[in-house]
């Protein structure tokens, strides 16, 4: 696979390799983070989410980890599928009393060639 | 039901028309949102609604008015917009109070003409 940063957005693999997408986030307090796929025209559809507790979290083909020294998160596909292409989204959320909002990285656009 | 509903999908008004985009969902989340996102870009935060009440409002024009009638329903009423103000409107739900789980609508795709 090969790693992007947000200062480069767009990611091309081929069909059945790993992809990683990474993300810097911005502040120290925020507590929980998600991953959003968005296809084009349709709404942000979540992928996975961690906690600020955990720094590594795994589901279907897809895994999260979280480097809270460095504020890094990562995403990682196996086995990429041409389903897969979509804009892939950040996002860290920070709670604050009765506040909470949930801010958006800016993303970065995977392309799965056949 | 664990979506997120929002009509209309597409929005074309004038620039001098008065007109309201509608969210709902029945997950029983007590946080409800709304997004601005412009093409190629990631959504922007513009309100926050917590247990029905505004919460959050990240400085957006006056032309842009939410509005949340019941723990279920949240709407934007949009008046005296410009065509800068076209892009997806996105509306969201959670579970509010520091629980997790944000869930986004498909969106209103809005064009001011």
């Known amino acids: 696979g090969e790693s992007v940063g947000l200062h480069l957005p767009t990611l091309s693999v081929q069909e059945g390799d790993n992809s990683i997408i990474n993300c810097a986030y911005s502040?120290?307090?925020?507590?929980?983070f998600i991953w959003y796929k968005q296809e084009s025209g349709k709404g942000p559809q979540f992928i996975i989410d961690i906690r600020s507790n955990m720094d590594k979290r795994q589901g279907q083909r897809v895994t999260v980890l979280l480097n809270k020294t460095v504020k890094h998160l990562s995403l990682q596909i196996a086995a990429t599928q041409p389903g897969d292409s979509a804009v892939y989204f950040c996002a860290e959320n920070i709670s604050g009393g009765s506040n909470y909002k949930l801010t958006f990285g800016k993303g970065t656009l995977l392309t799965v060639n056949p | 039901d664990t979506e997120v509903t929002q009509t209309p999908k597409h929005l074309v008004m004038g620039m001098t028309n008065k007109k309201s985009l509608k969210c709902e969902q029945h997950m029983g989340h007590r946080a409800m949102y709304w997004y601005k996102q412009k093409a190629k870009k990631p959504p922007e935060l513009m309100f926050v609604y917590s247990y029905e009440k505004l919460s959050i409002n990240e400085s957006v024009p006056s032309r842009f008015s939410p509005e949340c009638p019941n723990s279920s329903l949240l709407n934007l009423h949009l008046h005296a917009l410009q065509p800068e103000d076209s892009a997806l409107y996105l509306c969201?739900?959670?579970?509010?109070?520091?629980?997790?789980?944000?869930?986004f609508g498909s969106g209103t795709r809005l064009t001011v003409v």
């Open positions: 969201a739900s959670s579970q509010g109070q520091g629980k997790y789980g944000y869930t």
């Open positions: 502040n120290s307090a925020s507590d929980y």
